[in-house]
C-alpha cells in the first residue's frame, strides 16, 4: 500500500445506499465531510457541525467508490459539515471524477469562496444555501461575513457549469418580509429551490425540534411571493 493510500482524507463517512434525490438526474453516493463554522440550530447533520473529525483513509474511500461503480452510480454529492472547509477538497473531486468518472456535485454554504473558485471547474453541479436573508444571518447561523457570501453566489453563476440555490423554509422565521429579501439575492439566477423543514429529535437546537413541518400551502404561497426571481423555482417536500 502506498503512502498516497495510507493517507487519510477529509471525508467522514459516506451512505451505504446511493441516492437517487441528491443530486439532479444522477444516481449517486453521497460523503460526508464534517466541520462548519456556522451555528444552524435546525442542522439535520448536527453530527458533523463545529470542529473537524478524523477522516477515512484514502483506501476506504477508494474501496467505496469501486463498489459504488458497480453498483451503477454515476454521480458523487460531497456534503456536510461544510466541505469546502476541506483543504485536500479539489483532491477529492479529483479522484471522484478524474479516477471513477463520477459527476459532481458539491454542496456549500458560501462561507469559503476561495476554496470555491479552487473548485468551480472540476465540479458538474453547485448547491447553495442561502439560509435566509443576510440581515437575519448573524442571528439565525452565526455568520456575518456577508461579502464572502456574495462572492460565492457570483463565482457560482458565473462559473458554475450547473447550480441552485437553495432555502430550508421554516414557517415561524422565513416571514414574507425575509423571503423577498432572499429572492432579491438569488435574482437572476437559474435556479432556486425552496424545501420544507422537517423537525427532528436529534435537532442541535432544542426550539427546532417541536417547531411543525413546513406545509405545502406555506411554500405554493412562496412561490408565488418569490416568482420570476430565478429561471427555475423548485419546491421540495410541497
Known sequence: MSAMQKKDTSVYAYLEKPSMVDFPKRFAAVFFIS??????????NAQLMAKKQA???REKVEAACAKF?????NGAVITGGEPTGASDLPEIISLFKNQYGFAVKLDTNGSNPKM??????NVDYVA???????????????????AKLRESIRLIREQARDYEFRTTVIETIHTDEQMLEVAEI????KR?????????????DEKYRTLPRTTAARLKELETLVAGCADEILLRGA
Open 35 to 44: 466541520g462548519c463554522g456556522f451555528h444552524c440550530g435546525f442542522c439535520h
Open 55 to 57: 477522516g477515512l483513509s
Open 69 to 73: 461503480k458497480k453498483d451503477w452510480v
Open 116 to 121: 470555491l473558485e479552487k473548485c468551480i471547474a
Open 128 to 146: 447553495m444555501d442561502v439560509k435566509s436573508g443576510f440581515s437575519l444571518y448573524p442571528e439565525f447561523v452565526g455568520f456575518s461575513d456577508i
Open 186 to 189: 438569488v435574482k437572476g439566477s
Open 192 to 204: 432556486y429551490a425552496m424545501q420544507a423543514f422537517l423537525p427532528r429529535d436529534e435537532l442541535p
